[in-house]
């Protein structure tokens, strides 16, 4: 069915997806109040082959969705969602593909009787500009339940967005694979935003060299809180620092929203572990003192 798959979200990840589904499957869900418009971008897939995408609006498309996919930034997903479900029945499962943490879990309480799923994706794609969209990593993608409801849907998900031929796997232990990204991103991107370096030079600037076996100790101390399984904190950082040196040219997400003046993520990262440490009695200082300081830069960009 033409504009089956809703994406919520026309950022770099939405118009991935987009571009790779099936010609006309995806539709995008725009502001309320805005005129209807189909969006028109150049894709650029892993083999450097151009091709021009056009995405209808989803007002312009009839029918029931199969799934909506919400590709938005993690600070404005409970907005987005709220704003977007009392139109999408309630049978229909909504995938969440946010960076960080927080979010999945503030939703799928918010909406319990709703198939909320999570993704995880180390899918990497960026916009050089507003017309041009780049599939720059190849990745995997898992997606889990996060409410009662989402289980009978999973195959459904994993069928529709498996269609666009990319790897997606069910996971069952989603929480886990999500806090395997957490651990990552808590690593890398406030370091990157704070020292405005590319994540290959990470490895080698003091200031992450003094703050980052604390900062995997208390990582480590949260997920045994949680009841998750750790790698343990040496092994954290290797796998930091092996992504950093994967990714030596990228620039963090983080590091580039504090570039262009755009609020971080911070709050579902760093400032999540913090605060979700201080509701289980752990202090988490490293973690907080990272949250205020990408915070604080972030204010005065
Ligand atoms: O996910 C990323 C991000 O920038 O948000 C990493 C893995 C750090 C790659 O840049």
Not at 2 to 13: C, H, K, W
Not at 85 to 100: A, R, S, T
Not at 283 to 296: D, G, H, I, K, Y
């Amino acid at each position: 069915m033409p504009g089956a798959v809703r994406i919520l979200g026309a950022g770099a990840m939405g118009r991935l997806w987009a571009g790779y589904l099936p010609a006309g499957a995806a539709a995008f869900v725009q502001r309320p109040h805005t005129v209807p418009h189909p969006i028109d971008y150049q894709f650029c897939d892993l083999n450097g082959h151009h091709r021009r995408v056009t995405v209808a609006d989803a007002r312009d498309v009839t029918g029931t969705p199969e799934v909506l996919l919400v590709m938005t930034k993690a600070q404005d997903t409970q907005a987005a969602v709220a704003a977007h479900l009392p139109d999408l029945p309630p049978e229909v499962p909504v995938v969440l593909f946010q960076n960080g943490m927080g979010c999945q879990q503030a939703i799928a309480r918010r909406w319990p009787e709703r198939p909320v799923c999570a993704a995880s994706t180390t899918e990497g794609a960026h916009r050089p500009d507003d017309q041009l969209t780049v599939h720059a990593g190849a990745g995997h993608t898992w997606v889990g339940a996060m409410t009662p409801t989402a289980h009978q849907q999973l195959s459904r998900v994993i069928r529709v967005l498996a269609a666009s031929t990319r790897p997606v796997d069910c996971e069952p232990q989603i929480l886990q694979r999500l806090w395997n990204k957490l651990i990552i991103n808590a690593g890398i991107n406030p370091f990157t935003a704070l020292l405005d370096c590319p994540n290959g030079a990470l490895p080698e600037q003091d200031y992450y060299r003094r703050h980052i076996d604390p900062l995997c100790l208390e990582l480590h101390w949260l997920m045994e809180a949680e009841g998750l399984a750790s790698p343990g904190p040496q092994q954290m950082r290797a796998q930091i620092e092996t992504i950093a040196r994967a990714t030596a040219n990228n620039s963090s997400s983080m590091r580039s929203d504090v570039a262009r003046k755009r609020p971080t993520e911070i709050d579902y990262i760093n400032g999540y572990v913090w605060r979700r440490g201080e509701e289980l009695g752990l202090s988490l200082p490293v973690n907080r003192m990272l949250t205020e300081q990408v915070t604080a830069l972030s204010a005065t960009c």
